[in-house]
């Protein structure tokens, strides 16, 4: 088996760790820190900053899906600000709260929830 061969396997198996840790960090978890964690970028933790202090969600997750520029982000929100809100009007919740961020991106992909 050649160097080259392996290399795949590995980015599999790092790949495969990192979705694993992932899910259990979306969703084993209760309590959402008020302080980003370590492991997002500079303009993930913005973000995350900026939607924690306007939500005190239950969920908050924040991936800049761009490769590391940042002009494209994937963000759920899970909040009980949302509660009696439809999906509209809690992505215009949450887009009034980015709303200079955005202006420098290319898109934003949102979920929102309201929270029980």
Do not use: W
């Amino acid at each position: 088996m050649s160097l080259r061969s392996l290399i795949p396997m590995a980015r599999m198996a790092t790949r495969t760790r990192i979705a694993s840790m992932t899910q259990q960090l979306r969703f084993n978890s209760t309590v959402v820190p008020s302080t980003p964690p370590a492991s997002l970028n500079e303009g993930e933790k913005h973000l995350y900053s900026k939607l924690f202090e306007k939500f005190q969600p239950t969920k908050l997750v924040v991936e800049d899906i761009s490769g590391g520029c940042g002009s494209m982000y994937q963000v759920e929100v899970v909040s009980s600000a949302f509660k009696d809100l439809n999906m509209v009007k809690q992505h215009r919740l949450v887009n009034e709260t980015l709303k200079e961020e955005i202006k420098g991106m290319h898109g934003i992909r949102l979920t929102t929830k309201a929270s029980a």
